[in-house]
């Protein structure tokens, strides 16, 4: 990943945020089509098409293909021999869809771009808007996410490029690493750009006291830092960003692979005001310790109640999964969902699905057999937050997850593209009202490629 220095003078900042600003104002207008500046809604009304996409790698780099359907039922077979719409990625392209499956949305992680596309049957997906993000973002491999219908976030946040504070009065005491957020929001209209806005992530008290590491036989201080900042979703008057921790030693500093990783206290989470994104704060719990912000799969929801939902990540099997709830604007102490014990066996998850009523799908690994997200030892279980229980479903074996991205769900129904590893595989579509861990049926048979994965459908 490409490192950016962010350790700006106030003064300085202020001038090129401005600068920034005037400069994409000026250049994203040549970017929109100027023969269609508004372009006109696919002529499908409602969800009838589904947007399948296939991960391939069939030279070495990654690709991303896609194709509509109208049918994703039994008896209907999806293949990429030779087919297939090629969505722009330089590494695995970051794609969400709206709602009602017209537009489809993509970040070229790498390539520093955004597309939006109109979904218009099989392979055809016309281009209605590109706009570049990395002059604005200052890196090619931003991170985004689709806040609501009407707006998305492009946000960056790179731990190794930390500010390392120290005390002013003694310079080997060592107090803490400051990280820069860097956020710009995205009007999925004719993805205009909104400002940008530049955060220095507060540390709480929590993380301001170091622990001990033993490293090749001594023993550290060690100190967490921000390390990556993801998966953002808006309730009410505030946004909610999720966090991951890497660990610093100021006597042996290390950074990137190989270090010792980051031993989680507790749960935290970054919360702004919305939509003025400033005034952030930290919020946190004791309930469960792990980081939140996720990888590829959603990490958090808004229920129909308004309350936030998250699920953790956690390093090990020293952690257990959870999700958590966030109720008006901090964790909700009284409420718990420990996924592990409630399947009775170690999990590790990066994401979940909702699929509405306190139902969800969550993906995960059974790291009691495998400590490796790279290992196809994949499940999904259906969980209803409102009652407390989790049901792990009778699916195939050899499922890799961790790079799964997109689910859908459509009257009552909840529906995942899941092949097994080198395998043919299906939709699957899920009553959302059963408890049984039969509860679906097999859909649409999935054509898989040798080096494939389907990532989700949209």
Known sequence: MMNFN????????????????????????????????EPEEPTIEGRNQFTLALSASPTGETKVYTQALTDVTAGVTVSYDGKGFEIPSTRTARIFGSTDGKSLYN??????????????????YS???????????????????KASEESASIHYASGSN????????????????????????????????????????PVSDTYLEPYTINVAGTDYDHYNY?????????????????????????EKPCSGRGCPPAIYKN???LVLDYPSLTNPKIISTDIAKGATNGYRTPVAYKDELGDVYQIISVPDNTYDTNILKISNGDYDESFQFNLSDLLGENTRSYGWFYAGNGIGYVPYLRSDETNSNSDSNWSVARVDLYNGTAIKMNLPTNLWLRQYQSAVVKDGKFYMAITPTGKDGNVYIFDTTSTSPDGFTVGATLENLAEGTYIGIY
């Open 226 to 250: 921000v390390g990556r900042v993801d998966a953002p979703v808006i309730a009410g008057n505030k946004i909610y960003y999720g966090m991951s921790k890497s660990a610093y030693n100021p």
């Open 162 to 201: 930390a500010t390392r504070v120290y005390d002013e009065n003694d310079a080997t005491k060592f107090i803490r690493s400051d990280v820069t957020l860097r956020i710009m929001s995205v009007g999925l209209n004719n993805l205009t750009f909104g400002s940008i806005e530049e955060i220095i992530i």
């Open 6 to 37: 962010f350790k700006w003078s106030i003064q300085k900042a202020i001038v090129l945020s401005i600068l920034s600003i005037v400069f994409i104002t000026t250049s994203c207008s040549s970017d929109a089509p100027i023969d269609n500046p």
């Open 107 to 124: 970040l070229d992680y790498g390539g520093g771009r955004i597309y939006k596309f109109s979904v218009d049957g099989e392979e055809s």
């Open 267 to 269: 749960t935290e989470t």
């Open 127 to 145: 281009q209605l808007f590109e706009k570049n993000v990395e002059f604005a973002m200052g890196t090619a491999y931003p991170r985004w996410t």
